[in-house]
């Protein structure tokens, strides 16, 4: 079974950067698609972005649109959410997750339903 292990997070001012990370161990990220969620105390799980195998199709939520890249880096198995310019609204846990079957699309990998494995999520704080 696929272990995932965010990292990356922390407390950060708005308008900062942060980038998270997501990799496995004894399973290749490379070959599945990938998503970041986040979850806010007393608020519901909620999709950001996913990115496809190949990296060629990647979507965003509109709230995190032109301020949150997703990226992977095969040879180290890898995957990547660069935040910038960060809201207080962005405080959240975030989780990366993947799954055999799901796809990245406009319509589809947007629900936490979509996919079977989760890391344990790291903690994002945007606050001055």
């Known amino acids: 079974q696929p272990q995932l292990v965010e990292s990356g997070g922390g407390l950060v001012q708005p308008g900062g950067s942060l980038r998270l990370s997501c990799t496995t161990t004894?399973?290749?990220?490379?070959?599945?698609?990938v998503g970041w969620f986040r979850q806010a105390p007393g608020k519901e799980r909620e999709w950001v972005s996913c990115i496809s195998p190949s990296g060629s199709e990647t979507n965003y939520a509109d709230t995190v649109k032109g301020r949150f890249t997703i990226s992977r880096d095969s040879a180290m198995n890898t995957m990547y959410l660069q935040m910038n310019s960060l809201k207080p609204e962005d405080t959240a846990t975030y989780y990366c997750?993947?799954?055999?079957?799901?796809?990245?699309?406009?319509?589809?990998?947007?629900?936490?339903?979509?996919?079977?494995?989760w890391g344990q999520g790291t903690q994002v704080t945007v606050s001055s």
């Open positions: 997750a993947t799954d055999a079957y799901t796809v990245c699309s406009h319509i589809a990998g947007l629900a936490p339903s979509d996919y079977e494995y």
């Open positions: 004894g399973f290749r990220l490379t070959y599945y698609t």
